[in-house]
């Protein structure tokens, strides 16, 4: 098979600090080769070092880096760009970031046609064959549509037909499904694999989950530290992985068929503390029976909301209901998972049940009490038992305020008498050291950030905790140990929890039982592993075969 790039030695090197050190490895054409890693590992520096585009202080060597037989290493920004899109394209990690909020989605599409193509007489029609390739719906409407107009799928899709448009011979995706519900996720590397049949073309595939790419690539990359640590086909690589990272990332993710205790971390591979303990069927039993003999903590009855949708003053109003009349109970200790496409009521559900947003119909009861939120009492009450853990722990922070301030700021809110001594009990029970009271967010790993912002909802000591994608943004590692904490934390504190994902493995591990929601109805309610082994209906088994 004819190699289409080569890289020997190649190190990558920012100020004094060298990033990326002598890396070795190729890519044969009509081949997807894998990089995995953490964040920081390298991965987007040498994906970005085949493109041109690191930064203007970065140094690159290497013995050789060659694209199609000609060298890398030589060519000035006016062959950069030629390259750029017309032989190398690249699918980007964040659709929303990457495109062009205030211009439609054709015009952008467009654009790469004209700068590489300028003398194409017919671009309009060649921008929607290319959405029609992608299988983007109603390719006319997408085509004057803005981003926020489309959903998340149709987003990355658009930034695959840019990235295909011109028929490069590699296409780089770097970490292309990350932010996308596991169906579409599904459907977005399904597509990838149909393009690259059709196309012809070699694909770089970046990704922190070596679990995502197992039926996706050939050859797996596993980087640490800007080194390579292992390479191997992928059936070798699973079957037999060498090195104890490799090991780790590999048992990182919640495991489909036994449901352990605790999820095995890096950490625990590298101290040799590798032994599984399972939660038998018995245990399990045993355990429900005593959760659901208690009265329920929270209550929802015929919970629902509706918009009042009017573009102009003369239309008529029209509602439109987002989270159908639904019916469910939290029970204390016990964790309720939530889990469906993007647009089925989730994150609307999450904020009816804490009054963020006040529902249109029906009650929420906790503790027996019926929530309201007309006094400033109540609401502060409610906000004390009901915390939330958001998303992105970065965005969830003040970039101007410290850890230690932060967590002050809320005991001060609910008039605790021992802050200082709060402070430092909530650093020890999130596994943070004291000393990073006085650190800012940015200087902050992404798992000690979510610590932080796991801190600040158990400051006021709640009852439930809302989790909404609470470790959707972290690496596969770093998701194992938030885990881990989270069910620690709820054993040792008797909290509840209402975990919302779209990573069915990770829901299934972490609840008790799991309330599916599409398009804002009730699919279904069911004991996690039931639901796992027997689904009710065709759009659970969906999901469930969606896990990859």
């Not at 038992?385 to 301030?405: C, E, M, R, S, V």
Request: neutral net charge; hydrophobic residues 40%; charged residues 25%.
């Amino acid at each position: 098979m004819k190699k289409l790039f080569v890289a020997s030695n190649l190190s990558i090197q920012i100020g004094n600090q060298i990033l990326v050190d002598g890396l070795d490895f190729s890519i044969d054409e009509n081949e997807t080769l894998a990089v995995v890693g953490e964040s920081g590992s390298g991965k987007s520096l040498t994906a970005l070092s085949l493109l041109g585009l690191l930064p203007p202080l970065a140094i690159v060597k290497a013995d050789q880096l060659c694209f199609d037989q000609q060298s890398l290493l030589e060519l000035d920004q006016r062959k950069w760009s030629q390259l750029r899109g017309q032989q190398i394209g690249m699918v980007f990690q964040e659709p929303q970031s990457s495109l062009n909020p205030t211009m439609r989605c054709g015009h952008q599409v467009a654009e790469v046609v004209k700068r590489h193509f300028p003398s194409e007489k017919n671009i309009k029609l060649k921008v929607l064959n290319t959405f029609e390739k992608v299988l983007l719906p109603q390719v006319n409407r997408i085509y004057t549509a803005y981003p926020h107009e489309l959903s998340g799928g149709q987003k990355q899709r658009v930034m695959i037909a840019m990235a295909l448009i011109c028929e490069p011979k590699l296409l780089i995706c770097d970490e292309p499904t990350t932010a996308l519900d596991v169906t579409v996720q599904k459907e977005i590397l399904t597509l990838l694999q149909n393009l690259q049949v059709e196309n012809k073309m070699s694909i770089l595939f970046i990704s922190h989950d070596l679990g995502l790419v197992k039926s996706f690539a050939d050859t797996v990359l596993v980087m640490r530290r800007g080194k390579i640590i292992e390479q191997a086909k992928i059936k070798a690589l699973f079957d037999n992985p060498k090195n104890d990272y490799t090991k780790g990332l590999l048992q990182a993710r919640p495991p489909l068929n036994i449901r352990p205790k605790r999820l095995i971390t890096l950490v625990d591979y590298e101290q040799r503390n590798t032994r599984i303990e399972e939660e038998t069927q018995e245990e399990r039993s045993q355990r429900h029976q005593a959760l659901y003999k208690q009265k329920p903590l929270l209550t929802a009855r015929n919970l629902s909301k509706s918009y009042t949708a009017k573009q102009f003053f003369w239309e008529k109003k029209t509602s439109l209901e987002v989270l159908a009349p639904l019916d469910f109970e939290i029970y204390p200790g016990e964790t309720l998972g939530l889990v469906g496409e993007s647009g089925s009521g989730k994150s609307t559900l999450a904020r009816c049940l804490s009054f963020l947003t006040t529902p249109t119909t029906g009650s929420v009861f906790f503790e027996g009490e019926a929530l309201s939120i007309n006094s400033a009492a109540a609401q502060n009450k409610l906000r004390k038992n009901i915390q939330y853990i958001f998303q992105d722990p970065f965005a969830a922070l003040h970039p101007k305020i410290t850890i230690g301030n932060m967590l002050t700021e809320v005991l001060q809110q609910y008039d605790h008498p021992a802050i200082e001594e709060r402070i430092d009990e909530l650093l020890n029970q999130v596994g943070l050291t004291l000393d990073m009271k006085k650190r800012y967010p940015h200087q902050l790993s992404g798992g000690q950030r979510q610590r932080a912002v796991i801190a600040r909802a158990l400051a006021p000591s709640p009852k439930l905790i809302i989790c909404d994608e609470a470790v959707a943004a972290l690496d596969i590692s770093v998701q194992a140990q938030v885990l881990n904490l989270l069910n620690d934390l709820k054993n040792k504190l008797g909290l509840s929890y209402l975990f919302i994902s779209h990573d069915m493995a990770v829901v299934r591990y972490m609840s008790d039982r799991i309330l599916v929601l599409n398009q804002g109805q009730k699919e279904t309610l069911q004991d996690a592993d039931v639901l796992y082994k027997h689904p009710e209906t065709p759009y659970t088994s969906k999901l469930i075969e969606a896990i990859l």
